[in-house]
């Protein structure tokens, strides 16, 4: 076998810290009206998307993320029927609200079709659903639809990039103002939050906006391989639903094809860390 | 102010990963008799100690790692008054252990005096308290020392490197018998157990050693910044306490300076995700 050329892709953090993956074959690369989006099929990961150079999602562990920003929310509703995502491209989210028989209808408003486009020809895992009949994919702003659909919905994922570039709009009281208007009365909204020791200032003011406009706030935790500093968090927020009180086990069906998610771990990741608690309890409730 | 070399360092994760590290300055440097070791001063962790070039501790979030081994088995120990380390050259396991009344001494075998030189010269965050009279420092051969022993103890930790170079040996059945052998009767030793996505092999060999020995083994997860992967384990095993039904809480004077661990970080530590539980099941007990 001859040798090619030694190849590697680097995700930049705050140019203090780089993880370079080696490259298999380069897949997918176009600058879009929003971003640069590139998929990439690496060594330690499997096929990757990247979103302006920051990793977004990875074949060997995207799981982990899609489980846990669907099963926490969707097992504390109790009868969840209409579900809104916001954002979710790579469709890993849809495919895991799609699992459960109560779901009539998903709208997913996803900004940049050159995602969908990538994810489509490149990760199957996680793009398997986006042609299922119960989803209804929008390509527009998630902050022009949640303020002016008339729909109303059951749980609301906010599953963003972060909060830089087209996302940042997304992390703020306007937006989830709107996004308390269009949820049903045990509605659920479920955020992408960020890492706890890197973003702590970040986490406590998506909760601070979330506990101004919800009874109840609350933020868990998972750790992943492919994004950078170890625990990630989702924000949690309802007006009546409590994620330990109230969420009931998945269904056998769905729980048994589960790599991440399961009850003990729905649990296990609103304990947080204490350096983390002492950051956010002010707005827990 | 002028320009400097643009210096970064580097750790390789089977050539197939690498996590790269802007460098303010190096502070030491040595080939010491059983491995290179370094300490360089990072912008994104602060101070780093690297043996053969792999990450071990960082002054950013040495915290996670040195709480997780220590206060999990303490608290599940009725009274320990005697603790084994071995391994834990950095220092920052003893620190943690000699915050416990009840400890009447430590005794910690490290291999290699060179990872000590380096700690109390530029780690003292972690080397603090290596000078404490109730600590006997030994520089000799972990594996030797137990064999030869004839003290008991109440807590063993193992603090160890990977399961390459100089600590390969600490995780087979051969070395875990003596440290059976050299336990009190409610004795509960802790291992570094590495990531759950990148190890389970050898997670499932460390775990079905221990089962062949004890009553009760289980296997325990954090979260830290600088460990490739997100996700770390430490395993536990005793011959008679059960680390959920059997530990306490801390004592407050203890409790109230922790930055991870805390009553609800120990149970929900043991939640294991559904991939690693079907993995190493077979082994809890």
């Given amino acids: 076998m001859k040798e090619g050329i030694d190849l590697w892709v680097s995700e930049n953090f705050n140019d203090v810290y780089r993880m370079n993956y080696r490259v298999k074959e380069t897949l997918y ?14 060594e330690h990961l499997g096929k990757v998307l990247f979103n302006d150079g920051l990793l977004m999602t990875s074949e060997r562990d995207e799981f982990v993320y899609h489980e846990m920003i669907t099963h926490v929310p969707m097992s504390a509703h109790p009868n969840p029927k209409k579900v809104l995502i916001i954002g979710g491209g790579d469709g890993g989210t849809a495919r895991e609200v799609l699992k459960y028989e109560s779901v009539e209808k998903v709208v997913m408003v996803e900004i940049d079709p050159c995602v969908i486009e990538a994810c489509k020809k490149h990760l199957n895992v996680t793009a398997c659903e986006l042609d299922n009949p119960k989803l209804e994919l929008r390509i527009e702003d998630g902050l022009k ?13 906010i599953d963003s990039t972060d909060p830089i570039g087209p996302a940042a709009p997304l992390f703020n009281i306007e937006f989830y103002t709107d996004v308390h208007s269009i949820m049903t009365e045990n509605g659920i909204v479920v955020s992408q939050c960020e890492n706890p020791f890197l973003a702590g200032e970040m986490q406590k003011k998506l909760l ?55 009850r003990g ?15 956010v309890q002010e707005f827990i409730k």
């Fill in 208 to 262: 601070s906006i979330k506990a101004e406009l919800f009874d109840k706030v609350s933020i868990y935790n998972y750790s992943n391989i492919t994004y950078p500093g170890g625990l990630w968090s989702f924000s949690f927020a309802s007006k009546t639903q409590d994620p330990l009180l109230d969420a009931k086990n998945l269904p056998d069906a769905i729980a048994k094809d589960l790599k991440y998610y399961n």
């Fill in 265 to 279: 771990v729905h649990k296990a990741a609103f304990a947080l860390p204490q350096f983390q608690k002492n950051e």
């Fill in 29 to 42: 690369s176009k600058e879009s009206d929003f971003q640069k989006i590139d998929v990439v099929n690496t």
């Fill in 145 to 157: 639809y949640v303020k002016e659909t008339e729909d109303f919905f059951d749980v609301v994922l």
